[in-house]
């Protein structure tokens, strides 16, 4: 009998990486030499919403550190069951802005498409932990609704893929949508809300790079990371194919507390972003959604913080401080 040949050695593919995140607070303890901090785990924020981390994300946090900035952005702790005044379901008014299924529309000029509810990480800050539903949403075409609001105004200029993670769609669904709006006149641009870059670097793949440079609008890529340590060579390199393919890099970024509360903290994520050739955009401050509490920042402090990095960087390092504000027409500056 002839040996088979061995198979040439195929790197796993983002959607195999995807699924086998880490969603066991306790493997991922386990995985940094943390098992210590096991009872510092809330089994019913994880059950409320689940932890997701990639695997490749858990590398860059430093193991035996119980601080690390990236731990500390998706671990389910009990800090996440106090129940804190003025910390709410609905923290951004979404709920009053949806024109249609799938469309917020409170911008001039600018419609959020909601394009998927997944993520490939579970950011334990976001505003996304009290809709687990949206987790199914990714599997549905639902987008008939949201085109035929964008189509029918004429005043939107912009969509703004976002979610969820647009990018947790395969790029044959994402085709099959900017074909559909390719077809819609008034739209001038297109902006991409989306975390993979940063923390799921296989996502930015050759498919994804045929889509992006065959699109007929300027594009924009607002990646979202809020530590420095959140770069590394993988997500360097899908950062350079991007702008390759002609993609404009911005980055957003929330102030957390024990995550980027610190001048040090920010300057370098600014700094480093722009070694990978990211501008900084936004930072915000933290919407005010029940089980974060932990993580605000007063916004006299994060005044402070940003006056001492607009002393500290060049102008075009500094984001903007902004503030989401229910019934506001635009990020309101703080
Ligand atoms: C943030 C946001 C936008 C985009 O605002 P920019 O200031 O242009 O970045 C648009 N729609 C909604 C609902 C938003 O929350
Ligand atoms: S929407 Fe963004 S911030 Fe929220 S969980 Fe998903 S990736 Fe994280």
């Not at 900035?69 to 951004?92: C, H, K, M, N, S």
């Not at 008034?186 to 799921?200: C, G, K, M």
Request: charged share 25%; net charge neutral.
């Amino acid at each position: 009998m002839i040996p088979a040949a061995p198979l040439p050695l195929q790197p796993p593919g983002w959607q195999q990486l995807w699924r086998d995140a880490v969603r066991d607070p306790r493997e991922l303890l386990s995985l940094l030499g943390l098992d210590v901090l096991a009872d510092r785990i809330s089994d019913d924020a994880a059950a409320q919403f689940p932890l997701r981390v990639p695997r490749g994300f858990v590398a860059r946090m430093r193991h035996g550190d119980p601080h690390d900035p990236l731990l500390r952005q998706v671990l389910p702790v009990v800090d996440e069951t106090r129940i804190v005044p003025g910390f709410a379901l609905d923290a951004v008014g979404d709920g009053a802005a949806r024109a249609a299924e799938g469309v917020i529309r409170k911008y001039r000029g600018r419609a959020l498409l909601i394009a998927t509810g997944s993520c490939a990480v579970h950011c334990r800050y976001c505003f996304r932990r009290h809709f687990p539903y949206a987790d199914e949403t990714a599997a549905r075409d639902g987008w008939q609704p949201a085109l035929a609001a964008i189509r029918a105004d004429k005043g939107i200029d912009e969509v703004i893929l976002s979610g969820g993670d647009p990018l947790s769609l395969s790029t044959a669904k994402l085709e099959d949508l900017t074909r559909e709006l390719a077809a819609i006149p008034h739209l001038r641009r297109l902006r991409i809300h989306t975390r993979p870059p940063v923390v799921l670097p296989e996502r930015v793949d050759e498919g994804l790079l045929a889509w992006l440079r065959g699109l007929p609008w300027p594009v924009a890529v607002v990646i979202h990371a809020n530590h420095a340590n959140e770069f590394a060579d993988g997500v360097d390199a899908g950062l350079a194919r991007l702008r390759g393919a002609g993609v404009a890099l911005l980055n957003q970024a929330v102030l957390l507390a024990g995550v980027n509360d610190t001048v040090e903290a920010l300057a370098a994520l600014s700094e480093r972003g722009y070694q990978a050739g990211v501008l900084p955009y936004y930072l915000h401050q933290l919407d005010r959604v029940a089980g974060a509490a932990h993580f605000e920042v007063s916004d006299g402090r994060a005044r402070a913080l940003h006056a001492a990095l607009v002393a500290a960087l060049p102008g075009y390092l500094v984001p903007k401080l902004v503030r989401e504000v229910a019934g506001d027409n635009a990020k309101r500056a703080l």
